[in-house]
C-alpha cells in the first residue's frame, strides 16, 4: 500500500480500480493537508486574538475590533465543525467505507472526492437530499 503520496503530482484516474491504495493514500493525504491547514489558521487567529484584546480608547475602534473578534470567531466554529467531517472521512478511510455513498453504497464518484472529499453522498443522493430539504423546508 502507498503511504505517502504526492498530491501535487498524483493524478486520479477513473480507468483505475476505485479506492485503491494510491487513491486511499492520496484523499488521507488531501484530507490530512486540509485539516493542518485549518489548525495552522486556527492557532494563527488565537495569536492574532490575542494581540488583538488590547482595549480601545476610541468607541468606534473598539465595536469595529468587536465586530472583527465575532466574524472570526463564528469563522473558526465553522472550520471546527469541518474538522469533524475531516475526522469523519479519515475514519471510514481506516474502515474501508470512504467514497462510497451512505445511502446508496454505490461510489460518489474521484472527481466529486476530488472537490469535496468529505463528501458522504454521490451527487444524485445529495440533489435528493437537497429536493427533500427545499419542500420540507418551503412548507
Not at 486556527?42 to 466574524?71: C, F, K, V, W
Request: net charge negative; glycine share 4%.
Amino acid at each position: 500500500m502507498s503511504e505517502k503520496i504526492d498530491l501535487g503530482h498524483y493524478v486520479l484516474s477513473e480507468d483505475d480500480e476505485f479506492m485503491n491504495a494510491n487513491q486511499r493514500a492520496y484523499f488521507r493525504a488531501k484530507l490530512n493537508a486540509w485539516k493542518n491547514d485549518i489548525l495552522r489558521e486556527a492557532r494563527e487567529t488565537l495569536g492574532h486574538l490575542a494581540e488583538e484584546s488590547a482595549n480601545h480608547p476610541d468607541l468606534a475602534d473598539r465595536a469595529s475590533s468587536e465586530t472583527d473578534r465575532a466574524i472570526e470567531l463564528r469563522a473558526r466554529d465553522r472550520q471546527r465543525k469541518l474538522i469533524s467531517k475531516i475526522d469523519s472521512a479519515l475514519q471510514r478511510l481506516d474502515e474501508g467505507t470512504y467514497g462510497y455513498c451512505e445511502e446508496t453504497g454505490e461510489p460518489i464518484g474521484l472527481k466529486r472526492l476530488d472537490a469535496r472529499p468529505i463528501a458522504t453522498l454521490s451527487i444524485e443522493a445529495q440533489e435528493r437530499h437537497e429536493r427533500r430539504e427545499k419542500v420540507y423546508r418551503d412548507e
